[in-house]
């Protein structure tokens, strides 16, 4: 069993940056692939980004690529989702969520475990 509780979400400006961190609590953590997931009022909830076991192995979704950086620090069971230059459009609740499957993937489908959420609001 995973539990996942994500942090640092708020409201900021467009072009400001925010860090959302993801507090894990799991015996073998540094063996689940990691994704940071979005969901905006009224639409599905999509991909951000994925992280592969070491950190090295990444997955963007096209609009963020270049703006955010996903990020794990397996000693301290901590997921981390730098975003910069962020835009009205990146309004969402963020969720992380982890798989215990082999490969990286971006499908919601393969990730067993969800945090909560975290609200992050952009103004323009």
């Known amino acids: 069993q995973v539990q996942l509780v994500e942090s640092g979400g708020g409201l900021v400006q467009a072009g400001e940056s925010l860090r959302l961190s993801c507090a894990a609590s799991?015996?073998?953590?540094?063996?689940?692939?990691m994704g940071w997931f979005r969901q905006a009022p009224g639409k599905e909830r999509e991909p951000v980004a994925a992280?592969?076991?070491?950190?090295?192995?990444?997955r963007y979704a096209d609009p963020v690529k270049g703006r955010f950086t996903i990020s794990r620090d397996n000693a301290k069971k901590m997921v981390y989702l730098q975003m910069n230059s962020l835009k009205p459009e990146d309004t969402a609740v963020y969720f992380c969520?982890?798989?215990?499957?082999?490969?990286?993937?971006?499908?919601?489908?393969?990730?067993?475990?969800w945090g909560q959420g975290t609200q992050v609001t952009v103004s323009s």
């Open positions: 992280l592969g076991w070491s950190g090295f192995d990444k």
């Open positions: 969520a982890a798989s215990d499957g082999m490969v990286l993937v971006t499908d919601e489908g393969k990730y067993h475990f």
């Open positions: 799991a015996r073998d953590f540094q063996y689940y692939i």
